[in-house]
Each structure stands twice: as structure tokens, then as C-alpha cells.
Nanobody
Framework: QLQASGGGLVQAGGSLRLSCVHSGFTLPYHSIGWFRQVPGKEREGVACISVPDGEPFYKNSVKGQFTISRDNDKATTYLQMNSLKPEDTAVYSC??????????????????WGQGTLVTVSS
């Protein structure tokens, strides 16, 4: 099971760190992705990281603003979000994708999803 947490209300320009606990997902090759969704829009990927190489991949619009990382000992993947903007407001969730190679931000390759955590950025 995946469990996302760390969301909340923050002012524009502030920061949040989201956590995705993915204990039990022990495939040697896999990816964890962070996605967000606002009402009326499709879920979009913002960042992912592959295992074991740890190579991250970002949506262009969040490069330099968001950083994905993972702690293998804690089976947790983080999303550090800085300089937040009102348009970053969304429900953020994490997904698991098995398989080798670089990660990608297409939702169709993620087989397991956790419940989301709401991020609200006020102007």
C-alpha cells in the first residue's frame, strides 16, 4: 500500500515536503511517481524516480522548483516543493510502477496508487 502525506495550506512562496511510504513494494526495478489532480482535470505527473539507479525525471514546469528523492531504508519517497504558487494547488498522490529503465510520467504505467494529500497554496 502507498500512503502519501505532508499536504496542507501554505502561502505562495512557501514550501512543503510530501512523503510517500511504499513499504512492501520490494521489486528490484521500479519507479515511484508523484502526480497531482485538480477537480475537472486529468491527473498529471510532476516527478518520478527509478530504482535502483535513483534517476529523477520532472515535468518541465516544475524543474528547479520540485525535488524528488527517496530513502530506501524507510521505503519512502519525498517530494520537496519550493516557491509554491496558487496553481500548484491540487491533490497530490504517489504511484508505483514495476519494471526496469527510466521512469516516466504517464499514468497508464502505474499499477498502484495511494490516497492523495491536499496541497493548498494561497495567494
Amino acid at each position: 500500500q502507498l500512503q502519501a502525506s505532508g499536504g496542507g495550506l501554505v502561502q505562495a512562496g512557501g514550501s512543503l515536503r510530501l512523503s510517500c511510504v511504499h513499504s512492501g513494494f520490494t521489486l528490484p526495478y521500479h519507479s515511484i511517481g508523484w502526480f497531482r489532480q485538480v477537480p475537472g482535470k486529468e491527473r498529471e505527473g510532476v516527478a518520478c524516480i527509478s530504482v535502483p539507479d535513483g534517476e529523477p525525471f520532472y515535468k518541465n514546469s516544475v524543474k528547479g522548483q520540485f525535488t524528488i528523492s527517496r530513502d530506501n531504508d524507510k521505503a519512502t519517497t519525498y517530494l520537496q516543493m519550493n516557491s509554491l504558487k496558487p496553481e500548484d494547488t491540487a491533490v497530490y498522490s504517489c504511484g508505483f510502477s514495476g519494471g526496469r529503465g527510466a521512469c516516466a510520467l504517464s499514468t497508464v504505467i502505474y499499477s498502484t496508487w495511494g490516497q492523495g494529500t491536499l496541497v493548498t497554496v494561497s495567494s
